[in-house]
């Protein structure tokens, strides 16, 4: 049995208690296109309370299956946003935030390019800067980051797949964070071309291109997630990845590369386990290793949720604690408004030097975020 049959039978045999929940994921284990239809289906007799709650139960059996519910929420948040009209104050106000915010992706990605393709959107007046502003007035929030990456996703395919044109409407969000935020989402779209249709920007000669054609600002968020179609090259080993990380130029984005291929290997659960996980890392460069000890730790507390980044972070070795410690600080400063809040959530880390790093964590520090 392969790893996808193992989680697409243990997403089938799920239960929540709910039974418009339980049959959707009995009928459509780890499809997510099955499982928007089945509530596009319920949708047409059942009222919006009984949608959310079924919405919330499937989120929660997707987020238990390790780390496979982002591309689920993310198909979900289209829906949603058809379900309210396309309302997209009312659909992202009662978004989950489950799955590493993918639902908000989905929704702003979906609003955008219905937009732009009906023609009530116009691409040379659309002004980026304030879209996000209608969810709140804090632009460090993470519904605001989740926000800007949507737009990147959408961007990029309204530009159609035009990376240059994209980026440049990107630099009009008004914070480094949400700039930030929109290049990854024109970075990730330019994956998910790739792996769904052999499509996007790549050149088969050059495995690191467009990343070492595009400025500073922008290519530390191309090699985070470059690192996916690396991976692909090498058949998803880590260490092979990890090993052309090592050549890259200049080298201050090896440790950028070493983030993104931590996060994409616990990602796409390419390791069973936290031990095979690190130990993978441990065949880099040991400059580079705590980087992507780290990139792993930032995707846990994201998909799954920051108490489990912090007890993942517990069990690695103590050379790659602070980094892990930082990584996870970073998501909890934008998870949460005020600094009691992250207190209370770093509060469970028991040594006083690791508590200090996840409190005190820059979140502007973009480069790895």
């Known amino acids: 049995m392969t790893y996808d049959q193992y989680i697409d039978e243990q997403i089938r045999e799920s239960k929540t208690g709910n039974v418009y929940a339980d049959t959707i994921l009995s009928l459509c284990g780890n499809d997510e296109h099955c499982t928007v239809e089945s509530l596009q289906k319920l949708s047409q007799n059942e009222k919006q309370e009984i949608i959310l709650i079924t919405v919330d139960n499937l989120l929660d059996v997707f987020q238990k299956s390790e780390l496979i519910c982002h591309q689920h929420a993310h198909h979900i948040g289209e829906f949603l946003l058809g379900y309210f009209n396309a309302n997209l104050t009312k659909a992202l106000s009662l978004a989950s935030g489950k799955c590493g915010g993918a639902m908000y992706h989905g929704i702003v990605e979906n609003y955008f390019l219905a937009g732009i393709f009906s023609g009530s959107m116009k691409l040379e007046n659309l002004d980026v800067s304030n879209s996000c502003d209608i969810l709140n007035n804090n632009p460090r929030s993470l519904v605001r980051i989740d926000c800007s990456h949507g737009f990147g996703h959408g961007l990029f395919k309204a530009y ?13 969000f008004r914070t480094n964070l949400e700039r930030d935020a929109c290049y990854k989402g024109v970075f990730m779209e330019n994956q998910i071309q790739f792996f769904e249709n052999k499509t996007g920007v790549f050149d088969e000669h050059d495995i690191f ?31 092979k990845g990890l090993s052309e990380c090592d050549k890259i130029l200049p080298e201050k984005f ?7 291929m931590g996060a994409q290997a616990r990602g ?10 690190v130990s993978s890392c441990q065949t880099g460069n040991p400059k580079y290793q705590s980087y992507c000890v780290a990139g792993g730790a930032g995707v846990i507390a994201k998909q799954i949720g920051p108490e489990k980044g912090l007890e993942f972070c517990e069990s690695v070795p103590e050379d790659f604690k602070v980094e892990c410690y930082k990584a996870v600080g970073r998501f909890i400063h934008l998870l949460f408004s005020t600094m009691q809040e992250i207190h209370e959530e770093c509060s469970v880390i028991e040594n006083v030097e690791y508590y200090d790093v996840c409190v ?10």
């Open 160 to 172: 159609n797949y035009d990376i240059s044109s994209t980026l440049l409407k990107c630099e009009e």
């Open 209 to 239: 291109y467009p990343c070492n054609t595009v400025s500073d600002e922008k290519a530390s968020a191309c090699y985070h997630y470059q690192t996916y179609y690396i991976l692909g090259q090498h058949q998803l080993s880590l260490e």
């Open 254 to 260: 090896v440790k950028t590369c070493y983030y993104g």
């Open 268 to 277: 796409m659960n390419m390791l069973t386990s936290s031990n095979q996980f």
């Open 360 to 369: 005190n964590t820059n979140p502007d520090d973009r480069a790895e975020l």
